[in-house]
Structures are given as structure tokens and as C-alpha cells.
């Protein structure tokens, strides 16, 4: 050991370390010491609750680099992730946005719960929210903290959970006011407004970052695509176009812009906007998209191109050359439509049908490609028009398209429009042909019929035929089957198909089923299923005027598989040979007719086939039933066709022979029915009031304000019999028992056809079995206010759109045949909706109220299309009085919730503002 030379003093210095002087230990422990200090002193001012250089400078580093940056980067990842299982519908306009759906999104919950973790516990463990010393109040620091709050938000948003992202969003939009960021969060804030439906908040958003002057430019992209989302929600497509314009020109990512412009062209050429649609998918190749998104552009830029420019040969060969491409076979039927899109474009329409029936044989498995096709088919068939084969084309088309495709309703709504023009031009067709057979000799008739005879007799053989050639070829394929399974193939070996007819390998996976399809199309397994089919011809023309519909002769097919002698005389005595039988053929022609004239103008908009209808009826019918109204529809489509002339004819018709009906005062006022409408509710609280009166025991107001209704509304108003029952009732209060039975008389006598003659029925014979309490004037009074009930139970729908639904009937007990109205509603469901097996059932609302209800619709929505369509139908619920039958779409709650509350009142207005508005 070195002794250190020095005084005892100077040794003691060192003597607190327990050592001499020169100890190198000693230095290090003092090394440490100061160390030790020093990064005390630093973490001291690193706290959250100090706001300097080095707490900034730590917190900041820290939470970018070990929490942000990691969190960020799982997000982005499974947001892509999520994007890539995101379905397209290119058989639609696109969603701006890819999130999938939530049982998608589901898959990649836990990167985004992780994501979520990362940047929550940055945001608690290194906040910075201490005041500065310029700041009078608290306020963020740390400059990723916001960063970090939008990465959850966005998280939240594509975990499908929008409410709690708007809570996130909400938070920074109000916390971060100064920073940029807060644009950002207002941006994902009207996308989670808008996935919910909740237009009118997303609306104020856009409007406030319109017209914010200091908006980001980075963000305007974004922005734009958003606004561009939000109207096509609206459907206000113009303003979509324009936004998405925007949002192409202000967006860097390729892939962002290659999809802002597909939907751009998908809406301009929905428009028929076909220039710009073409240039539009341009600007989608020229970006190098996804092999899916640069083949639907090149099949849509083939159906929006100029046959006169100089493109026209380059898109062809194009079409063609994809024909050829082995790695398209599966995409060929859309291939072969975008071709007859081309022809369609050059005026070739026998082209045109022939590529879009190769269109239909060729497809294999995308039955939405198939249904466009029909579709197209039968709007060719439509412009020509020829009626009977766009029936068919459409009732194809139906049959191979989902509801969800977004103009299901509007297809069916026009195949069903086409399905009652031809059932009615068929019912015209068939009377005309029938009284042509009364009107000749025995003979002739005779011959006639066995002519129809003969020729179903070659239709059956035909069809024999026809089936034989089919199990043939079954057979063969069968045979070809096994043939191939029995040949060794090289690994290497080409496929087989190349070069060959392409329906080869589909044989080999479903024998004749391929064959069926070519020529009939995805059928559902019902009876007579080519009886839609059979009305089309090779020519597409109609069937001869002198043919008859031997089903509807026969009226049973039973009739079809008795002897030709048998069928004769069965057909032969189905003949009308009465006046009464033509009298009553006679009435089904003048109802077809009219039909035809409606359809043809409200739903077809064929004015000139709509005229021909009405006039062939006034001049065939002088005195027809349907004069005012076919006067007035042909007044109104000579003035929409500005014939001032022909219009002013039939006006002046209407005025001088019947000045007193509704179709003159219509004229006379085109606000006449919504006038009528305020009186009506004018009338329903005067109603009210006076019910409110007799509740009270004020009988002598009761009957005054029956007297002042008399004067003040019309005669035949709908409350008038209600108000005559509530008289009679004060009546039986305060005079006496003959007095009381005269006025319940006179309601019975008046309104004989009104519910409340059956309460005046029950309370006469009540009268004759014994005395009339006062219980029962109460009961009746209750029980007769059944459609305008101020006192009835407070009620509570709600709207919910996505809940199972009903259409309802509501009616007087015994003021309709229900039994007879339900069967003809099942009949209506078996023709126009056989895939949703709809059931029909009635029930009490009330002691005197009944319903129908049809059930059950999977939506609003598609209640909604089913409301829309049987209100259309002719003959079927328009021969009823609307005042005194209603009908509705309603949710199971909502139903459950009117019948514990009677509140008809309450709910008919839910309807009204929730549904139809």
C-alpha cells in the first residue's frame, strides 16, 4: 500500500470514502455520484408537468419514435389489409372508400386494437399539458400527442365502431382548435357521420370546411372525396362528378385516383355523358390500376366510345384481343356485352342482340352479368316497342339479379308494368278472338278450333323432341366425360378448351345443364316454366291476331291432356254465346283498355300507344265506365305532347258534360287535391273536438257542432257518418228513446256501407231486446272513434330500417271481404314476388277494426318496393274507398306497439313523415 505524504488534515479529506487518496475506486464511485446527479436534474425537468426544451425534447422523441411510428404503422398496414378484402361491384358505381364490411373488419381487430394500445398509452404516459409562459391555460405540448389521438380515431373508424370514433374526432376537433390537425379530424368525422346515415350532421361538417379560408391543402384531396361520398348518398350525381374531379386532381396516391376517376366515368356514363365517361376511364388506365379495375374500364370505355372517331377500330380490336387472352375466359360474357355495346354505339342492332345473347350463353357463373344482358335485351325490345318479348328479356333479368343490386325495385317495378300490359293486351286479344269465333258459322268454328288443336298438338311434339335432343346430348357429354377421365395428361399438357367451342369444359362440370341455361337462363324450379318464354318468337314479334290462349281457354291444364275430340268440345263450349256472356266479355275488354292506357302513361311513358288505348275504347265504348278518367289522362298527355288543340277538346269535354266532378274541378284548380287535403285535416280537428265534447257530456254542443259540420264541409266527406253516429249517441243522452232510435236509423239508412251502421245495427237491437245503458252509448262512442282516436294510448315507434317489416291492411270490421281481398293479395304475391314466400294472415286492431298483414320483409326498403308495387296494381286495392281502408309498411315493434295503442292517428303521420317522405 502507498502512503500518501501529506498532513492528517489533507488525509481527511479522504477519509469519508473509506479509502486514501489515490483509489481509483473512489474516483469511480464519485464519477457515478455526479452522474447520477446530473440525470436526476435532467428527468426532474423531462416531467409531463414542465414545460421546457428537455421535457419537450424527451417526451417528443419518445413518442414518436417508440409509440406513434409503431402504432401508425400497424394501423396502415391492416387498413390496406382491409382494403384488399374489400369487395368491388363493377356492375355498380363504387364505393369512394374501402372498409369492407364489419365481418370482414373483424379479421384484423387485433392490429387495430394494438394500434390502439401503442397510442393510448402515449397519449397517458407523455402528455404535456403544463402552462408555458406565454399560455393562460393548458393546452398540448407534445406535438404527436394529436397524432396519436387521430390514429385511434381512425383505428375505431375502420373497426367499423363510428360512434366511438366520432367521440375521438369530436374530442380533437374541440381541443386542438390551432392546429391543422383539427381539419384532418373533421374530415373523419363526416366519414363517420355519413357511415351512419346521419347526412344532416355531415352536411353542417362539409359546409363549416368549405368555408374555412385556412383550410390545408393536403387535406383538400381527401376533402373532396368525402363531399364527393356524401352526394352519393344523396344521389345528387352532378355534384359527385365534380367533387371526384376535384379529389382526382388534388390527390397524389395513384391508386386513389385511378378509383376517383372509375366512379367518375361510371357516373357520367349512368348520365349518358359517354365523351367524358370515355376520357375518364382513360385517365384510369393511364394510372396502371389493378388488373380487375383496368379490364372494367376498358369493358366500359368500349360501351361510352364515339362510333365516328378515330378510336372506334382500336377499341374493337382491343375487345377482341381480350377475347383471345386465356387469362380472361372466365370474363368473356362481359367482354362479349361491352362488344355489343359497340354495335349498339354504330347503329347495328341485330348485332348488337346477337353479341348479347352470346353475351347470355358464353356467361358462366356471373349471374349479374347475365341479368344485365337480359336487361339489355328487353330494353331493346322496349324502344321498338315490342311488349311481349321485353317481358320476357325483363322477367330474366329479375331472375338472375340479388335485391341488393340498386335498381332491383325499378327493374321489377317495370316487368311487373310489362307484366300487366301484356296480361291485358292478352285478355283483349283473347275476347276479340273469342266473339270472332261466336260470330261465324258452326263451321267455320269448328275449323277454327281444330286448328288451335292441331297446332298445340305440334308444339307438344316439338317439345318431345326437343327433350330427346337434350338427353342425346347428355348422354354424349356423359360419355365424353369418361372418355377424358380415362386419358392419361401430362402435367404440362395445354388446356383442352383452347382453340375449341368454350362450352367443352363446361360439360365436363355440369352435362346438359349448361345447355339449359344458354337458352333459358337460371329458372327457379317451379311449373310451366317456359311460359313466359314462349311468347317470344325468332322475330320477337307478337303471336297471330286469330291464335288464342289455350290456357286461358281451358282455364285448367287439365284440359290440355284430354283427345283432340275432348279439347274441342271443351274449348267450344267455353265459348260466350249469350248477352250476358258478351256483355260481361265486353266489360273485360273496356277494363283492359284503360289498364293499358295507364300503364302506357304512368309507367311507360308511351303517350302515343297511351292515346291509342283510351281513343280505341271511346270509339269501340261510347258509354264506358271509364270516360271521365280517359278523358282526363288523354287532356293531360295532349298538354305534356303541347297539342293545345286535342287538349282543349277533351278539357272542354270534362267541363260542359261533368262541370260537378272531381276531374272538372281539377282542372279548373291542379292544387284541387291538396286543398282538399288541408280541408281534410281542417275536418279531423273539428272531428276531434266534437268527440273531445260528447266525452265531456257536453251533448247540446255535440249536436250543434254536427249542425255546423253539415253546413261548413261536404256532404260526403269522410268523417259525415262519424259525426252522424256521435249525433245519435248525444241524442240518446238527452231525448228520447224514439228520438234515439230514428237518428240510428238515419245512420243505417245513409251510410249503410260504413262501419258505424253496424254499431247502429247492434245498438237498435239492443234497443229491441232491452233498455240502453248509459256503458253502452260510452262503448259505442269508444269503439266508433277507431281511425281518429285523440284519446287513445300515447304510442311510441320507432324507425328502424333494417328490422323485419309487414304490409298492413287496415279496415272497418265488415266494411270489405277480407277473406276475398286476401286471396286476391296471395295471387298477387304468387305472380309478382314467388321468391320471398310471402304469407298472408288477419287479425284484430280493435273491437272494430281489422287487419291483413303480409309477411314479412327482410327491410323498409324492401317493404317499401312491395307497398309501392300493390298500391300499382290495377283491380286490385284502388276499387276500395281510402278514407275508409288504409295501408301501410310497418315494423314488427311498430305493429305490436299500434295495437296495445289503437293510436292510428299517431301512426298513419309516422308513416307519412318516416316513410313515404
Known sequence: MVIFAGTAQQRGIFCVYGADFPNIGTVKRLRHLLLFALLSAGLWSCSVNKNNFFSRSYHGTTTHYNFYFNARERMKEASASLADAHEDKYDRILNVFKIADLNKAKGFFADFDEAIKKASIAITRHSITAK???????KEHN?????????????????HDFWTAIETFQFMSSEYKNDEIRSEAMIWLTRSYLELGKTTDAEYLIDY???????PLRYKGHFYAVRAHYHLIKKDLPRAAECLQLAASNTRNKNDRARYYFILGQIQQKSDSLQQAFAAYQNVLRLNPSYEMAFNARINRARCFDSGSEGAFTVKRELNKMLKDENN???????????AGVAKQEKNEPLAMELLNTSIQVSAGNQTQKALSYLELGNIYLKRPEYLPAAAYYDSALTNLTQDYPDYFDIQSRRNSLDRLVSNLKIILNEDSLQRLVSMSASEREAAVKKIIEAEDAEKERLKKEQEAQKRLEEQQIQEERELRSQPRALNQPNSTTGAWYFFNQSAISFGETEFLKRWGNRKLEDNWRRSEKELSSEGGEAPAETIDSTKIAAADSIAGLDPQARAAAYLSMLPSSPEDIAESNARITEAYYNCGIIYKEQLTNYKESISSFETLDKRFPENKYKQPSYYNLYRIYLILKDTAKADYYKNYILNNYPESDYARLILNPNFFRDMQRKSEVLEVFYENTYKAYLNRQYA???????????????????APKFAFLKALAVGRTRSMNDFRFDLEEVIRQYPKDSVSIRAKELLDYIDGKSISKTNLDTAAVDTNNLVDP????????LDNASMHFFVVVYPKGAIDAQGL????????????????????NGAMDLSNQY????????????????RLILSEPGLLDSYDPQLVRYFAISQDNLSELTRTRDMAAYAKFFRERYLE
Open 329 to 339: 375466359q372466365e370474363f368473356r360474357d362481359q367482354i362479349y356485352f361491352a362488344l
Open 822 to 841: 286476401m286471396e286476391e293479395i296471395r295471387r298477387f304475391n304468387e305472380i309478382d314476388f314467388p321468391e320471398l314466400n310471402l304469407t298472408v294472415s
Open 132 to 138: 408555458g409562459r406565454k399560455d393562460k391555460q393548458l
Open 852 to 867: 291483413i298483414a303480409v309477411m314479412s320483409f327482410a327491410s323498409k326498403d324492401e317493404s317499401m318496393g312491395y307497398y
Open 791 to 798: 284519446f287513445a294510448k300515447s304510442a311510441k315507434f320507432v
Open 701 to 719: 254542443q255535440v249536436i250543434e257542432r254536427k249542425q255546423y259540420a253539415d253546413e261548413s264541409f261536404p256532404a260526403n266527406n269522410k268523417l
Open 209 to 215: 370546411l368549405k368555408a374555412d379560408k385556412n383550410f
Open 143 to 159: 406535438r404527436w400527442i394529436p397524432e396519436c389521438y387521430l390514429v385511434v380515431g381512425q383505428s375505431q373508424y375502420y373497426k
